[in-house]
């Protein structure tokens, strides 16, 4: 489930960006860009949600836009994180699961010394349409 919380975006003397979470104590990121500071905002972002369900934590109130104080030059912009994404790339528990096949297909796949779970788990990331790294 997506969340948004507002960042504070600051513009550095180099010309990168300082990003931080006003409404959550989760450390700050960086991008030498805008649009790769936004995507580090989101890895931080889902990091830190994640990191509140696994400790039982709420998840703070997320604060007003236009209440948030900002020095000059910073600006202010909602980010959408989905700490689902995070809990894929760290939750590698596997599950066990039976399924039936007929004998004769069985029996050539063990001759020929395939790997169920991978073509299983292949078959299922192709029929959900997802990439690697989902």
């Given at each position: 489930?997506?969340h948004?919380?507002?960042?504070?975006?600051?513009?550095?003397?180099?010309?990168?960006?300082?990003i931080?979470?006003?409404?959550?104590?989760?450390?700050?990121?960086?991008?030498?860009?805008?649009?790769?500071?936004?995507?580090?905002?989101?890895?931080?972002?889902?990091?830190?949600?994640y990191?509140?369900?696994?400790?039982?934590?709420?998840?703070p109130?997320?604060s007003v836009?236009?209440?948030?104080?900002?020095d000059?030059?910073?600006?202010?912009?909602?980010?959408?994180?989905?700490p689902?994404d995070?809990?894929?790339?760290?939750?590698t528990?596997?599950?066990?699961?039976?399924?039936?096949?007929p004998?004769?297909?069985n029996?050539?796949?063990?001759?020929?010394?395939?790997?169920?779970?991978?073509?299983?788990?292949?078959?299922?990331?192709?029929?959900?349409?997802?990439?690697?790294?989902?």
């Amino acid at each position: 489930m997506k969340h948004v919380y507002p960042a504070v975006f600051h513009t550095t003397e180099e010309g990168w960006y300082s990003i931080w979470f006003p409404d959550i104590c989760c450390g700050a990121t960086m991008g030498n860009t805008l649009a790769e500071g936004l995507e580090n905002a989101e890895d931080l972002l889902s990091g830190a949600l994640y990191g509140m369900e696994m400790e039982g934590q709420k998840k703070p109130r997320v604060s007003v836009v236009s209440d948030i104080k900002t020095d000059d030059g910073d600006f202010v912009t909602l980010v959408s994180a989905d700490p689902d994404d995070c809990r894929r790339l760290n939750e590698t528990k596997l599950v066990k699961k039976t399924l039936v096949l007929p004998s004769w297909l069985n029996e050539k796949a063990i001759a020929a010394n395939v790997n169920f779970s991978k073509i299983l788990q292949t078959a299922l990331k192709n029929e959900l349409q997802l990439t690697a790294a989902e």
